[in-house]
Structure formats: structure tokens, C-alpha cells
């Protein structure tokens, strides 16, 4: 497994963060791709509104200038003493 990261650029976020996750177990048949900007994974066997940044859902795309302000889900609940 690769850690090395190319210019691909993300479905979700379009950042140029794209790399390879894993890869199918028979070599050849699929690789997944995780982005380390959204954490958006998919693998290269999906379609186009996975794995094409002109083709996803614009209403499921991620700006990467929000992430930081987004909720964790779930909620981290408060510490108990
Ligand atoms: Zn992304």
C-alpha cells in the first residue's frame, strides 16, 4: 500500500489530495482511493457521480474551507468525573 500522495483530484472536495487506500486482493480488479482533505473514499470500479468531480452530486459536495467548523458526529458528549 502507497502512501504517497498524486494530483488527483477528489469527487468531493476537488482537492488535489488523492491516494491510493488499498487495492483488491485479486491485483488488477479494483483500487480504492481515500482523499486526505474530506476523507472521501471510493473505489475506481464505482461511477462516474463517485469517483468524477464534474459528475458528483453538487449537493453533496464539501468546501474544504468548512471542514474545521464542522459538528463531530455524533457529539462528543460531555466528560463525567
Ligand atoms: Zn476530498
Redesign the pocket.
Known sequence: MSSARNTTV??????P??RVMTTSPVPGKWTMYV?D????SYRSTEGPAATDPAAFPADWK?D?ADIPGMPAMPPVPQRRR
Open positions: 477528489c469527487p468531493r472536495c476537488e482537492e489530495a488523492v482523499c482533505t474530506c476523507f472521501y464539501v474544504p
